[in-house]
């Protein structure tokens, strides 16, 4: 993301936004809004920035625009990023989100923590999770209203390793295998243990993270099988790595998927059912659904 695009608004647009994202969401990618208030003296006055990939055009600010009827006079600023400074700059806006039992913040709110939440501190980075796309925040709602604390779990596609870490928090004698394929992103996922003050390892409470596609990495089948499975990846790799995700699941076991739209949530759905698994519940979560599954078996449904 290399492109910022600023437009004052008025707070009450602002508030609304946070609950209409629908239509930007199912961009791809979809850009990253912040909201703030640039003089704490002037309230009601604020400001959007979005973060994108490429430059908006005149159809996006035009769409922008109607997103925010209480502010008819904005007039839209675009400027170029260095590609380095969007996430600092991004990073500033990014303001805490409860989602359920979790409390998701940066360093700079870490003082903030209600004490009846739990607190997951994740920077803004090139890995996907902040707490701030409705799939992880659904996902982390989904987490609040397990019918059971998981002993044994996998985070498939864990980006910043935001899920894992609550889990380690919420569900202590978890144990918790943490991957992704891409390098980087276990990489920050690392960091954001140390922040948490979470150990990698293999002992309960602890995340061990791992590079893998999908499930090519052995230690993903060692571990198996888990009792619950998150993966918020999108619709065709959820689809490809539906019967491997299946076997995986143990009997009476949770399954937790993110990542697919709308529109596609009948084609996942389909194959995890084709899979062997039955469906459980469905959240459609602002566009971005939570399909939720278990496996039939002793004990299970
Ligand atoms: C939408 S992000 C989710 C990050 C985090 N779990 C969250 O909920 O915010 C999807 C992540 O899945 C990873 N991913 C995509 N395909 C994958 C695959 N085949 N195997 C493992 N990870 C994959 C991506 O690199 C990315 O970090």
Redesign the pocket.
């Known amino acids: 993301m290399t492109w910022k695009l600023t437009l004052p608004c008025s707070k009450a647009d602002a508030e609304a936004l946070a609950e209409d994202i629908p239509a930007l969401a199912e961009l791809d990618p979809p850009p990253a809004l912040m909201t703030s208030e640039p003089d704490p003296s002037r309230p009601e006055e604020m400001e959007l920035a979005v973060y994108l990939e490429d430059r908006p055009d005149e159809d996006f600010i035009t769409l922008l625009k109607t997103l925010l009827p209480n502010s008819p006079s904005a007039e839209a600023v675009v400027e170029e990023l260095p590609e380095e400074d969007w996430v600092t700059l991004s990073q500033q806006g990014l303001d805490p989100i409860e989602a359920g039992r979790f409390y998701v913040h940066t360093a700079r709110d870490a003082g903030t923590v209600p004490s009846q939440l739990v607190g997951i501190q994740v920077e803004a980075s090139r ?3 902040t707490g701030h ?1 409705p ?2 925040a659904g ?1 982390l709602r989904a987490i609040d209203q397990l019918p059971a604390a998981p002993e044994n779990v996998l ?6 390793a ?2 894992a870490i609550g889990i380690a928090k919420a569900f202590p004698s978890a144990q918790i295998l943490a ?4 390098a980087p ?1 276990i990489h920050v996922a690392r960091e954001t243990l140390e922040a948490n003050g979470v150990t990698e390892g293999d002992a309960p409470g602890e995340i061990r993270l791992l590079v ?3 499930f090519e990495a052995p230690e993903l089948a060692l571990r198996m099988p888990y009792d619950l499975i ?1 993966a ?3 619709a065709q ?1 959820l689809i490809e ?1 539906s019967s491997d995700i299946a076997e995986a699941l143990a009997p009476g076991g949770t399954l937790i998927l ?2 697919l739209l709308t529109d596609q949530a009948d084609a996942v759905a389909g194959a995890f059912r084709g899979a062997g698994l039955d469906p459980v519940a469905a959240d459609p979560n602002e566009g971005w659904p939570i399909l939720i599954f278990t496996r039939a078996g002793l004990g299970g449904a």
Request: with cysteine; net charge negative; aromatic share 4%.
């Open positions: 890995a996907f999770g796309h799939t992880t996902c985070d498939l596609g864990t980006g910043t935001l899920l991957s992704d394929i891409d992103s893998a596609d999908g998150v918020n990846i999108l790799p790595l993110a990542g």
